[in-house]
């Protein structure tokens, strides 16, 4: 392969990994193999000359997918250059003085005061612009509400959430596959829920690192001093030292060795110049300051024996890989075991049992395998479930592309690490939305005897005395609960089928199910794979899949007991179906309906279907600020959407 096909390849690699791990929270390779690329794209580029205009070189993220309003950063947030040789860390300093901190393993957060109060809080976004979380950041952990100095305040932090909290929220939930992988997805969630109180129940804290703006306070030309300021206005600042060339590799192992005790996540230092005006006099690259510098450790690796895969199975069905292996010592303690992640990642690596495979911790903390010295691809894909002995079937997350991440399933419905995931996504909000009913929950009532089909969630009342002596309930939550269960027996037709869990149907797909069939549940029912393929929207895969679900007879029995529960409103008279085949793009606040997920239903109910971005089949973008330069509006604008307001839609409905 020729250098510029290579650069190609590596370039798609690595955007797709970085877009699977900083947008869907899935890591489809190590962060040792992602380096090791990324470093030969670098050292292919400076070779060639040649430097793709999508090169993770030089961009910094990718865009915002979230439903909150936009942000465009005063300041551009760019990423830094890195090195993982101290004498290379000590050689950029020179004769300079730097300031040696963490660099933190979270989500970057802008934080804006005026007056002494906080005005504004944006996430990094791609670096121009970021996720307005002002109301969520209010709630942080260890922000001030108030500052005395009153000046136009503008800082950059690290949003985390400590080792412990992370350990206290995942052992409330039941259940390997249900638990967060680790804390930097875990904060970067709730720091960007759109319900504040979430993000407050999960303790986040923010540590600054970075003063961008200070009206009229004399900083003395220092870095360090800047950090030592924002302490003195209630700010937690990161552990940081003042240090020079000579003293460098020595904080360095200071730090090192501190890893295993933090109460925090962190993936390597950052040395920032503390001369502020030389550093801003270096300028910057297309991509990295010329002020500071990251700094990742070499990871520690030893070289073992795999004695075994372990597949590890969930009740969602999903079973994991687990690499089982001769014991090491790395970084202080004694390791044994390594996710791999997924099937793509356990053929990559060709591993057999026996097989000699060097082992490393991932930041120092999360074991994984850099590689395979004998590569024997021995290891068989189980064909049975470890849990239930039930066919197991390799799925591939991104449909049917030769680039899919696959994965193992259990396809035996009724496998016990399964039957959970039903009830969980039965009474979620988009479903049924009974209140009162979470995981944890739900998992006791199955161990105890109350749940074992979907109907016995109408039948509880049956365990009254039980529930109410269970801990943590009493009478006022069991009527509670009870309430919220009767509520869900008035219920309609698409809420009923995406609540039902078929494979690849959501609330969307029900809704062009219900729709087509006129709410019919028999309809539904006794329908082709043939007659679902001609509605449009679903396609060949998906209608054989809804075509085996309503094939088996024991799914026929619930549905029969759950629709005698329950009493179906009717849709259809809703309005006119004077949307057909156009598609509509909703932005921003809306004042004329609760929220947009009821301009969403609206809409559909007349026959338009709802898309989240701008594409050439948009019909138009709903957006009450028709003026703005955010990027729905630009995208908008290039490919001659029209936008419009909600009074602007009201009209076209004649309301």
Request: net charge negative; aromatic share 8%; proline share 3%.
């Amino acid at each position: 392969m020729d250098n510029i096909s290579r650069i190609k390849e590596l370039v798609e690699k690595l955007n797709d990994a970085s877009k699977k791990y900083y947008m869907e929270d899935t890591e489809i390779m190590s962060n040792l193999e992602y380096d090791a690329l990324y470093d030969e794209l670098v050292s292919l580029e400076n070779e060639t000359g040649i430097v793709m205009s999508n090169s993770p070189t030089v961009q910094v993220g990718y865009e915002v997918v979230s439903e909150l309003p936009k942000e465009t950063h005063e300041h551009p947030m760019l990423s830094l250059d890195k090195t993982k040789d101290v004498n290379a860390l000590v050689s950029w300093l020179g004769s300079q003085k730097g300031v040696l901190s963490w660099k933190m393993d979270g989500l970057t957060v802008v934080l804006t005061y005026e007056d002494g109060m906080m005005i504004k809080a944006v996430t990094r976004g791609n670096g121009e612009i970021g996720e307005l979380i002002t109301n969520n950041a209010r709630v942080f952990a260890n922000v001030p509400r108030k500052i005395p100095y009153k000046g136009k305040l503008t800082i950059r932090g690290e949003a985390v959430i400590k080792y412990t909290d992370f350990n206290i929220i995942n052992d409330k939930i039941v259940g390997a596959e249900a638990k967060y992988k680790n804390p930097r997805n875990l904060c970067s969630g709730s720091v960007r829920q759109l319900n504040n109180k979430i993000t407050e129940e999960r303790n986040v804290h923010f540590f600054a690192f970075n003063l961008v703006d200070g009206e009229d306070v004399d900083f003395k030309n220092s870095f360090a001093y800047e950090l030592d300021w924002l302490e003195s206005q209630g700010f937690e600042v990161v552990e940081h030292y003042l240090i020079d060339a000579e003293s460098l590799p020595e904080y360095v192992t200071r730090f090192s060795e501190n890893i295993s005790e933090n109460d925090f996540p962190s993936d390597g230092l950052v040395l920032v110049f503390d001369d502020i005006a030389y550093g801003r006099s270096l300028g910057r690259t297309a991509k990295f300051p010329r002020d500071s510098i990251a700094f990742k450790w070499a990871d520690e690796e030893a070289v073992t024996h795999l004695k075994y895969i372990e597949w590890s199975p969930s009740r969602t069905g999903l079973i994991n890989p687990v690499a089982v292996f001769e014991p090491v010592e790395l970084e202080g303690t004694t390791v044994s075991r390594a996710s791999i992640h997924n099937v793509s990642i356990l053929k990559a690596l060709a591993l057999g049992e026996g097989d000699e495979i060097a082992v490393y911790k991932a930041n120092m903390i999360i074991p994984q395998i850099a590689r395979n010295y004998t590569m024997s691809g021995s290891i068989q894909i189980p064909s049975a479930c470890p849990a239930c002995g039930g066919e197991t079937r390799i799925v591939r997350e991104d449909g049917e592309s030769n680039s899919g991440v696959e994965t193992l399933y259990c396809t035996n419905e009724y496998c016990p690490a399964k039957k959970i995931k039903s009830f969980t996504h039965y009474v979620s909000r988009n479903a049924m939305n009974i209140d009162g009913l979470s995981e944890a929950t739900l998992e006791r009532f199955i161990d105890e005897g109350f749940l074992d089909t979907l109907d016995d969630l109408y039948k509880l009342e049956r365990y009254e005395e039980q529930i109410i002596s269970l801990e943590g309930f009493g009478d006022k939550s069991y009527a509670k609960l009870i309430a919220a269960i009767d509520a869900s027996r008035k219920t309609t037709m698409w809420r009923f089928i995406n609540a039902l869990g078929i494979p690849n149907v959501g609330d969307a797909t029900a809704k062009l199910i219900a729709r087509n069939f006129k709410n019919d549940l028999q309809r539904i029912m006794n329908a082709s794979a043939d007659d679902y393929i001609a509605i449009e929207g679903i396609g060949t895969i998906i209608a054989e899949e809804i075509g085996r679900y309503f094939e088996n007879q024991n799914n026929c029995d619930i549905i029969e007991k759950l629709s005698n529960e329950l009493t179906f409103e009717d849709e259809t008279d809703l309005g006119e179906q004077i949307f057909d085949k156009m598609v509509f793009v909703i932005t921003g606040s809306v004042s004329h309906f609760a929220n947009r997920d009821e301009l969403k239903l609206f809409i559909e109910a007349r026959g338009g279907k709802v898309s989240g971005s701008v594409s050439a089949k948009t019909s138009y973008l709903i957006n009450n600020d028709t003026a703005s330069n955010s990027s729905k509006n630009k995208k908008a604008k290039s490919l001659n959407v029209p936008i419009i307001s909600e009074e602007d839609f009201l009209r076209m409905c004649n309301k």
